[in-house]
């Protein structure tokens, strides 16, 4: 027995490995149709029919923005914005934002977030000292940078060792968006302010601030680049980190400069070869500044808008595939409803920010999903989707880019992501932008998405 335990105690070593290294059989992916040449702009170009036909001119999209604007009370028409906002009702903007957590939150594997801290961010609202605002105080966004429920940089997680979902982290904002200032924490490190999308707390360094008519005199100076690629980068500058390398996302827009002699260098470099744009700025004492900038002429940028084709967007949206899902615009990428949003933005068409608000807007054909229709009736209607449909579950969002034998497919920016597969369940590794087939999709074994459709919304019109 003795000269057994060795040759046992070898043998156990060799099984235990694969023991713990074990994985299941990989899923007949093909019998979905899901391969790698779905995940190109090329296989689902090939397959739209009438790819440049412009489906919805610059007028009629200019007039879709007005009605969205003037019809959601999250989003700001600048044009109609109050010389005033009475301190109350900034008051009870923030409020609605900054509500005490219902639930567990945690920073760390070992922490959690505790009474003590929840009450600072709590205190830190100053809620007590809010004042009307007015005219005298916009400000112009510097900077990419986090749009926060709380006037914290401090994150949050519903479990222990979270890494992907913030639950204080709220949206983004970009280089030249401008804003109205409302309020100021106590600390006076954070704003509360109103973006065209969104209202929420932002780092004041991210801010420069001005008047109402300075700021919108920049923000509809012409003429002007808009950036077309999922994410461009201002040209190095050595002495300015402000403007050095500084990130701009698709349908971020600045002036463009056409007076600047071609024998004058900017900022050291000539500008042959890039286009000069006006770049905000913060100045030490806070006041907004602008100064001349170089974008490459090899980046991804246009003069307007792209023409709202079927072409266009499925090339729009495709420049995001593989980039890491971001909630609330986290990690430098951005969630499912902020994809669709600046994938439309690029063409020139503004959507709201959140899912909800996406889903039951009226300015374009929406269509109901109840709970009472019967599954055939919902495939009869899922048979009929079209490129550029934006399909709706409770907290997702997807764009429609094609159908093949397999049924309509949607790119979409996800977190979690499933199939079934001969009646089997698969779980299916997202957490970022990818293409998989609308029919298969399901968030558990007996949750499929088709019937957890809530709307669909057609932003390209019936005829088109």
Not at 210 to 223: D, E, F, L, N, Y
């Amino acid at each position: 027995m003795t000269k057994l335990r060795p040759a046992l105690a070898a043998v156990l070593m060799l099984i235990v490995p694969y023991a713990w290294t074990y994985e299941p059989p990989e899923a007949d992916w093909n019998a979905i149709g899901l391969n790698a040449e779905k995940q190109s702009a090329t296989y689902w170009l090939q397959r739209s029919p009438e790819l440049d036909k412009v489906l919805l001119q610059a007028s009629t999209i200019q007039d879709g923005n007005r009605r969205l604007l003037a019809s959601e009370p999250g989003m700001a028409d600048w044009s109609t914005w109050p010389n005033r906002v009475p301190a109350a009702a900034i008051r009870q903007r923030i409020e609605a934002l900054s509500k005490r957590p219902g639930t567990a939150l945690f920073k760390t594997v070992d922490t959690s977030i505790s009474s003590e801290d929840i009450d600072a961010w709590l205190d830190n609202l100053d809620l007590a000292n809010i004042q009307d605002a007015d005219d005298r105080l916009f400000g112009m966004v510097v900077k990419r940078s986090a749009l926060r429920r709380f006037p914290t940089d401090q994150r949050a997680f519903d479990s222990k060792g979270g890494i992907d979902i913030d639950r204080l982290q709220e949206s983004a904002v970009f280089p030249g968006t401008p804003v109205a200032v409302l309020h100021e924490s106590k600390d006076r490190k954070w704003l509360f302010i109103q973006s065209q999308n969104y209202a929420a707390w932002v780092n004041a360094d991210a801010v420069g601030l001005a008047s109402r008519q300075i700021v919108m005199t920049h923000a509809q100076k012409q003429p002007r680049r808009i950036v077309t690629g999922s994410q461009i980068r201002t040209v190095f500058q050595p002495d300015s980190t402000q403007v050095s390398e500084q990130v701009l996302d698709m349908g971020s827009t600045l002036p463009l400069r056409t007076d600047w002699p071609l024998s004058k260098p900017v900022n050291g470099q000539g500008s042959l070869g890039a286009w000069i744009v006006d770049f905000p700025l913060r100045l030490d004492n806070g006041m907004l500044h602008f100064k001349p900038v170089l974008i490459a002429r090899s980046a991804d940028t246009s003069e307007a808008p792209l023409a709202a084709t079927r072409g266009n967007l499925i090339r729009q949206s495709f420049k995001f595939i593989g980039e890491r899902y971001g909630w609330g615009h986290d990690y430098n990428g951005r969630d499912c409803s902020g994809f669709v949003s600046e994938t439309y933005r690029s063409l020139g068409i503004l959507l709201p920010r959140n899912t909800g608000e996406q889903q039951r807007m009226g300015t374009y054909g929406r269509i109901a999903f109840t709970p009472e229709m019967t599954k055939v009736q919902r495939l009869e209607k899922i048979h009929r989707l079209r490129i550029g449909d934006l399909v709706f579950i409770p907290g997702h969002v997807m764009l429609v880019i094609g159908q093949d034998s397999h049924g309509p497919w949607v790119i979409h920016d996800s977190q979690n992501s499933g199939v079934v597969i001969g009646g089997q369940f698969h779980r299916l590794p997202t957490n970022g932008v990818a293409v998989t087939p609308l029919l298969a999709m399901a968030s558990g074994p007996e949750k499929s998405y088709i019937e957890a459709i809530t709307a669909v919304q057609r932003i390209f019109p019936e005829g088109g």
